[in-house]
């Protein structure tokens, strides 16, 4: 962390947690309720670095505020409710910015006091009244609590002490300050009279306290403690007494704020394994979840150029279409429908993608073919027929699109065939016509043939199709399952998913279905591989706890790159 030893403490609020949060998923985190209390404004890494977002308390009509190449954290709402103050090092040091809720109107409050990038100015809170602003700095040399006017101006200094003090907020009548010190040894909670600016101790205990926060009324004060082995919410009232644990979970309370009508607080926690928002209610202490920013990333295709990846992704709540650098860079959504838009793919000239989707049908078995350009404009569907059709794969020439299809049964199962339409979307041919449920089709360099899976035995295992006379040759099979083909760009070369050494991982053969080797090993890969222009690496998907995610991989199994974070809510 950025500062003196207390600013990383209170950044998590925990010292005793700090080395346990810094490695758990950043996602959701530091809410501030608005003053008419339908509001939350938050931060998250979903994009990589750490920006603002505004959520109603319900859960919906979540919208992003800033787009800064810094870290911004830490909002506070204004109490008339037309601004946020909150902190970012965008311009190389930690300063204090205000933005509209609308994310218009932002601009910089403070300055650094000299030329060294380690001073900072943070953790800003408004006073009830609006005119001014607390923050901790370290602009004197050591890191204290700080009041200055609303515009930035006439800064005063509040707290002296070696020990550190910070992360301060304010009473509902604006005559003190609740902040954190580890003055004394340990990190507790302290008050500070505004006006004669005498301080008093709130806490005393060995565990590490801080993070508190007035009720609307004034009489009850909420706190993070772990006085009780974990870090829970705790509230007291106003003079220490009456003390009570909340939360009292295993897992670990950060960043409190009391809700306008004193009823609830708003927190964030890492009990899923990630951080996501809650609200609880003050008095019963009833838990409700606000975010779930887990999201699921699936069916990667590169760009006939290399440049770009297309994928699937659950990040925005259902499975849509996106596109991102080769790298992981820069993830744009190009699809917005009801519905699984799933398994995309570039047409060989860069100029469309294909992909799946059940989105002009009430029943989501009823699924067809849809092309689009590569900036997710002119879609259009493809294929209309009855039953279920997928997996679109452009021929080397672009002329056809390969897919599989099935007919809906009442059971709810599926028996696949291999089909082929040009396109335009006008002519259509079956290739299979044998009960095997053929799967995932690959073409071959010259477009002549196909390599797919089926299951006549029982056991998924690869085939050679030739796409002229429909002839169908069995691949040698092997002791576990084998799916989702991918034929290289020279032909040489076979990728496939397979279960033969145990787990289902990332498989190398050559065209003939020889010298079969490992590239990945307990990945659980997932869906069809594909291959790079080069022939030199493989993208794929993979499930890790319960979240897939996009991988890349020399084809020597070297290289190894996860280049999604669907687990860390990069949303």
Do not use: C
Request: glycine fraction near 10%; proline fraction near 6%.
């Amino acid at each position: 962390m950025r500062g003196s030893t207390l600013l990383g403490v209170l950044v998590l609020l925990a010292s005793a947690n700090v080395v346990r949060a810094q490695n758990a998923p950043f996602l959701n985190i530091n809410p501030s309720w608005s003053p008419d209390g339908r509001w939350l404004v938050f931060e998250s890494r979903r994009h990589g670095d750490a920006e603002l977002y505004v959520i109603g308390v319900d859960g919906t009509r979540e919208r992003r505020l800033t787009w800064s190449r810094g870290e911004d954290t830490h909002p506070s709402w204004s109490p008339d409710g037309q601004q946020i103050v909150f902190d970012s090092n965008r311009d190389g040091a930690w300063n204090l910015y205000v933005i509209r809720p609308d994310g218009t109107g932002e601009r910089r409050l403070t300055h650094r006091a000299d030329r060294r990038a380690t001073t900072f100015a943070r953790h800003p809170s408004w006073s009830p009244d609006g005119r001014r602003i607390a923050f901790d700095s370290n602009r004197d040399g050591d890191e204290e609590v700080y009041v200055m006017d609303a515009d930035g101006g006439n800064v005063v200094r509040m707290t002296t002490s070696p020990g550190g003090d910070g992360h301060a907020s304010w009473s509902r009548d604006g005559r003190a300050l609740l902040f954190t010190s580890v003055r004394s040894g340990n990190q507790d909670v302290w008050h500070l009279d505004v006006a004669t600016r005498q301080t008093r101790a709130l806490s005393s205990d060995p565990a590490a306290e801080g993070g508190a926060r007035y009720a609307p009324d004034g009489q009850r004060i909420a706190f993070y403690s772990e006085r009780g082995g974990n870090g829970d919410l705790y509230v007291m009232n106003a003079d220490g007494t009456g003390l009570r644990n909340l939360t009292d979970h295993s897992d670990t309370v950060y960043e409190l704020d009391w809700s306008p009508d004193g009823r609830q607080i708003a927190f964030y926690s890492d009990r899923t394994g990630r951080f996501e928002l809650y609200l609880i209610d003050a008095n019963s202490g009833v838990l409700r979840q606000l975010t779930s920013s887990a999201y699921s990333n699936a069916w990667p295709m590169w760009s006939p150029d290399g440049q770009r990846i297309v994928f699937g992704s659950t990040r925005d709540g259902d499975w849509e279409v996106y596109v991102m650098d080769a790298d992981g860079a820069n993830p744009r959504r190009l699809t917005s429908s009801p519905g699984r838009d799933a398994h995309p793919s570039f047409t060989p000239d860069g100029g469309h993608i294909v992909f799946q989707s059940p989105r002009d049908y009430a029943n989501p078995s009823e699924v067809d073919l849809y092309i689009m350009k590569p900036d997710g404009g002119a879609q259009r569907r493809l294929v209309v027929a009855p039953g279920f059709d997928g997996v679109p794969v452009p021929s080397p020439n672009g002329e056809w699109i390969a897919f599989q299809r099935s007919p809906i049964s009442a059971d709810g199962s599926f028996r696949w065939d291999l089909y082929v339409v040009d396109s335009a979307g006008g002519r259509e041919r079956r290739l299979t016509s044998q009960r095997w449920s053929s799967q995932v089709p690959s073409w071959t360099r010259d477009g002549r043939r196909m390599v797919f899976f089926a299951n006549p035995s029982g056991r998924d295992q690869l085939f050679s199709l030739d796409v002229a006379t429909g002839a169908v040759t069995a691949l040698p099979e092997s002791a576990g399952d084998s799916h989702s083909p991918s034929v290289s760009p020279d032909g040489r070369h076979i990728a496939f998913t397979s279960t033969r050494d145990g787990p289902l991982d990332l498989y190398v053969m050559d065209a003939a279905g020889s010298n079969a080797r490992r590239l990945t090993t307990n990945l659980h890969v997932q869906a069809q591989p594909s291959w790079s222009p080069d022939g030199r690496r493989l993208l794929f998907s993979a499930t890790l706890n319960g979240i897939a995610d996009v991988y890349a991989v020399n084809v020597d199994g070297t290289g190894l790159v996860r280049l999604t974070r669907g687990g860390e809510g990069i949303r």
